[in-house]
């Protein structure tokens, strides 16, 4: 037998396949990271780290970043983690309601929150000011982690309600037999088990809201973060290098909090299940913990709804809470002239990446599961990159590398792809970014499922003569169908949603909705913003819907005997 | 010595789920009392209601109606942690994020006992358990049979006075299996604990067992020792789910002496013991085990034997042969051990039946049994 250490000789499709993927990363992200590597070491970049331990401005800003992180990963995996435990946990009326109002933040672009929440519960908002006449300060620090904590927390919450679920009820009754009651349960077994599920979330929650752009820019105020730094150095200073300084300050933190966690979560997937699970859940029946884990479920869901129901009332209301008059304006406004190509547009290019990242991301999987031995930590850690690197980084990078032609020893290798004069309008750098962003979501549902399948299934179909391509294509892909297709939901929803590295890559000719609504709420026009985002999101859920329809459609097909044929 | 505590008793316990049409009975007023020390197994087909019986004494589940007593207190809505009991589960639920020391130590730090103490108790079992080599170890780095030891070391530390055990042995391989029944037994005598074992294993129930309760739709269909349920089951049904049977027609029946019963089968009268419903019984059948028919070659020109039959199948085993033969009577089987070469009766050949009347057991038929329970 072959040591399973070593990799086994790649059959064609395996060797293509591989290639493939490796040309992908490296266009995508290697490349773009390594040119910021570049630049941030142009003199211009390289004084944001030399003068760092004088700097009290920069200082400020990496400790305001940090602080931010920080806050919302904790505030965030803390929510997470009641609302989960509720659901488990608690019996109660509304309960399918609830979940999927935790979940609208994943689907909607991010600043949908923040507009909405600076019109409710900003100096002039509509529950501060009018109704409880407050006139509190939301921008900066304050603002930023309410609305992070509540774009990011879902993350936690749906990360941790699965290992929730997966837990054996029997692990309770057995502390419970043995004269535990229920804090020592949860304290003892409960927590402990979860420990990587809550320390995985966190650290994604760092990672998320220190790269995020747009809510500083929109609710940061004079609270600078790196990612708006960098932002600012492109767009005000006109200085590249200095963007390229800031985004590599930016990328050390996150890729190391990102090597953590993936770090604790191989460490600890200790939940292994031995026979089948047996015994069922004893749901919480009375008691103030009841009470309060309810008040603070059904407060969050509230708090999320309302400001939802605000996006919407806000896009038919002339100008929400000054003018409450119907109107349609705002909808003619977005869907005629520039804001309606904008839509087409954004709409087009995310169908066009949603299924090359879907594949993207389930060749990687099934290459770092299945076929390569040697080295599948390192190819799972670079599919990851996407993700892993903050938006804004990834479109700095994009910006300074196909801004002009990539050329090796004099020939163009890749012809111009981003700016002014860029072909097919800037349009395909956007479609890269779109895949890569989101083939991650595939690639990690890919490999979940791809564990749960036995390789004997794989060998079985080599052992018939099937080659490797044959085998993926009519063995492993329709196994993870469902973990296919969902990618695909996340992957569209993340590419229509996605802002921060699109800012730096739009063109005249490109136009993409998320920018416009930036724009539009930078202008003031909450309105055309609000419009803006119910389009955007009626899209995601449609296209969800549909995707949805497409899994329960196609069940396995049914063997019908001779007779029964005729 | 003390008297002996753990004397378990359910009175009329009953659980309905649900509600309207998808109500379920999953247990139908079930009596039974269990004395100190006593080994008592629930066995029955998959869904007859053995999990939620054990669930009920464990307090994992409320009763819809009845009551557990333990050493004549009544247990009411008592919760798990408040009753002195211990259980081994299915999945065996070892707490996969604590070393084997940590998941046995659990029950006895949950009572708040000294660190010494501890150590010395688990260190006491661990040994007597050979298990002290493991201590250090989490649970998914040890094998299934030692996992279902630490997770049997884990409830028994604590001393309950009852202990309840949901299909334990069920993940296991056969071999491992047959020997963990005999670690559980002798380690349950040595303690002395009341428990009740949930299995659909027949073998497992009659080799473990000081009583069995059989099951089957929610409902007893007979309680006895291992041997009263094999040699004298109350009904077809037990007949039929331990241990294998010949279901032979009775022509007439007669009462004969006390427990016994004159009837006619295959023309011949015969004096077998009986059950006391069977006599009353309309539709009466005689339940002959394999091994206690016996098969040889019908050549003599004087048949000695009860009835003849057609060897349809012949399975040599080694220490015994397994007959399968076409009759009058329907197809029997016979289990004949020891057979000489020249014994041995061959496919398509005509061979000779024969049983002694005290091995036979007369019946009532299922059907009117069944109408007395509901
Ligand atoms: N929580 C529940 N809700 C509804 N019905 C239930 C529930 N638990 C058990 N039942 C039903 O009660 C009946 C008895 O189930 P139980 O688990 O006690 O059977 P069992 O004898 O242990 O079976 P097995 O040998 O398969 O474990 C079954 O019909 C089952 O479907
Ligand atoms: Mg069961």
Redesign the interface.
């Known amino acids: 037998m072959a040591s399973n250490r070593k990799n086994a000789k790649f059959d064609i499709f395996t060797k293509i396949a591989l290639i493939f993927v490796i040309a992908i990363i490296i266009l995508l992200v290697l490349l773009p990271l390594a040119n910021i590597f570049k630049f941030a070491m142009d003199p211009g970049g390289r004084v944001i780290f030399t003068d760092l331990p004088k700097s009290l401005v920069d200082q400020e800003i990496v400790k305001n970043t940090l602080k931010l992180g920080l806050t919302v990963g904790t505030l965030g995996t803390l929510l997470g983690f009641f609302l989960a435990y509720t659901q488990t946990r608690i019996e109660f009326k509304g309960k399918r309601i609830l979940h999927v109002i935790n979940l609208i933040p994943i689907i909607s672009p991010p600043f949908a929150l923040a507009t909405a929440v600076i019109v409710l519960f900003g100096r002039s908002g509509l529950i501060t000011r009018d109704l409880l006449g407050l006139r509190p300060t939301l921008y900066g620090y304050p603002g930023l982690v309410i609305v992070l904590t509540l774009s990011f927390f879902p993350v936690a919450y749906m990360n941790l309600l699965g290992m929730m679920k997966s837990l ?1 009820p ?2 309770d ?9 229920r804090w ?1 349960i949860f304290k ?2 409960t927590v ?2 979860l ?1 990587p599920g809550i320390a995985g979330s966190f650290l994604l929650l760092f990672i998320e809201s220190i790269a995020d752009l747009a809510n500083p820019l929109i609710i940061g105020g004079g609270y600078t973060v790196l990612a708006s730094r960098a932002y600012i150095s492109i767009n005000g200073d006109y200085n590249i290098p200095g963007a390229a300084g800031y985004s590599l300050l930016l990328l050390i933190p996150a890729l190391l909090v990102f090597l953590i966690q993936r770090f604790w979560s191989q460490r600890n997937s ?10 069922r859940i ?1 749901p919480i029946k009375s008691g103030p913990i009841k009470y309060l884990l309810l008040t603070i479920t059904w407060f969050v869901s509230i708090l999320i709804a309302v400001v939802y129901l605000t996006v919407i009332m806000g896009s038919f209301a002339s100008i929400i809470g000054v003018n409450n008059a119907l109107t349609l304006e705002h909808f003619r406004y977005v869907l005629s002239g520039f804001g309606g190509d904008s839509v087409k547009t954004t709409v087009i290019l995310a169908l066009i990446a949603t299924p090359i990242a879907g594949m993207v991301g389930m060749l990687i999987a099934w290459l770092v599961i299945r076929r390569v031995k040697q080295g599948s930590q390192i190819l799972d850690f670079l599919g990851m990159l996407g993700i892993a690197v903050p938006g804004t980084v990834i479109g700095i990078g994009y910006a300074i590398t196909y801004n002009d032609a990539v050329r090796i020893a004099g020939y163009t290798i890749i012809p111009q792809l981003s700016g002014g004069g860029a072909i097919l309008g800037g349009a395909i750098v956007i479609v890269m970014v779109y895949v890569i962003r989101s083939s991650p979501a595939g690639q990690r549902s890919g490999i979940a499922s791809l564990q749960q399948i036995d390789p004997s299934i794989d060998e079985a179909s080599a052992s018939l003569g099937a080659s490797g391509f044959r085998t993926f294509r009519l063995v492993t892909l329709p196994l993870i169908r469902g973990a296919f297709l969902t990618g695909l939901m996340y992957a569209f929803a993340h590419a229509m949603t996605t802002l921060s590295p699109i800012i730096f890559l739009v063109t005249a000719d490109t136009p993409i909705m998320t920018q416009k609504i930036l724009a539009e709420a930078d202008q003031g026009r909450y309105g055309n913003s609000f419009a803006f985002c119910v389009i955007l999101i009626v899209i995601v859920l449609t296209v969800m819907g549909l995707i949805n329809l497409a899994v329960r459609g196609r069940k396995t097909t049914s063997y019908k005997p001779l007779a029964m044929v005729q | 010595m003390k008297a002996k505590t753990g004397r378990l008793k359910l009175t009329n316990l009953t659980k309905e789920f649900g509600n309207g049409s998808d109500r379920v009975i999953a247990v139908n007023n079930l009596n039974l009392t269990i004395e100190p020390g006593e080994f008592v197994t629930l066995l029955g087909p998959s869904g007859c209601g053995k ?1 939620t019986a054990l ?1 009920m004494v ?3 589940e409320n009763p819809t109606k009845g009551s557990v007593q333990l050493d004549g207190v009544d247990l009411g809505s008592l ?5 002195p ?3 081994v ?9 604590m070393s084997v020391y940590e998941n046995i130590s ?2 006895l730090k ?2 708040k006992m000294s660190k010494t103490k501890i150590r010395e108790a688990v260190g006491e079992l661990l040994d007597s358990m050979s298990l002290e080599h493991l201590a250090n170890r ?3 780095q040890i094998s ?1 049979g030692q ?1 279902q030891r630490v997770a049997l070391a ?2 028994m530390v ?1 001393r309950p006075k009852v202990l ?1 055990f ?1 299909e334990p042995l ?2 296991l391989d056969a071999k491992l299996r047959a020997q963990m029944r005999i670690e559980i037994r002798s380690i349950q005598r040595k303690m002395g604990i009341t428990s009740i074992f949930v299995t659909h294993d027949q073998d497992e129930a009659m080799s473990l067992s000081d009583r069995i309760v059989v099951m089957r739709n929610a409902v007893v269909e007979q309680v006895g020792t291992p041997d009263e349920i094999y040699r004298k089951p109350n009904s077809v049904f037990v007949a039929d789910f331990i241990g294998r049977s010949n279901f032979i027609k009775v022509e007439s029946v007669k009462a004969g002496k006390v427990g016994t019963a004159k009837i006619v089968v295959v023309g011949k009268e015969l004096e077998v013991a009986a059950h006391e419903k069977a006599i009353a019984s309309s539709e009466p059948v005689l339940l002959l085990r394999p091994e206690s028919v016996q098969v040889y070659a019908a050549k003599k020109a004087s048949s000695t034997g009860v009835g003849q039959g057609k060897v349809k199948n012949v399975i040599f085993y080694g220490p015994h042969v397994e007959y399968t033969l076409t009759t009058n009577q329907g197809e029997i089987t016979a289990v004949v051990s020891d057979p000489t070469f020249e014994e041995i009766v061959h496919i398509g050949e005509m061979a000779e039946f024969t049983f002694s009347p005290e091995r036979a057991w007369l019946l009532p038929s299922d059907a009117e049994h069944n109408q007395e329970i509901h």
């Open positions: 054996d029997a692990l009754e057995a502390g419970s037999i043995l004269g535990a009651n020592k003892s077994i402990p088990l420990i200790v939940i292994s299940v031995t026979g089948k699970p047996t015994g004893n | 999990t669930r464990a307090g994992f919760s798990p942690d408040k009753r009991m211990g259980m589960f299915q999945s065996y639920a070892l707490f996969p994020h659990y029950g949950v009572q989490a649970p998914n299934g996992q884990r409830a604590v309840l949901d069920s993940n």
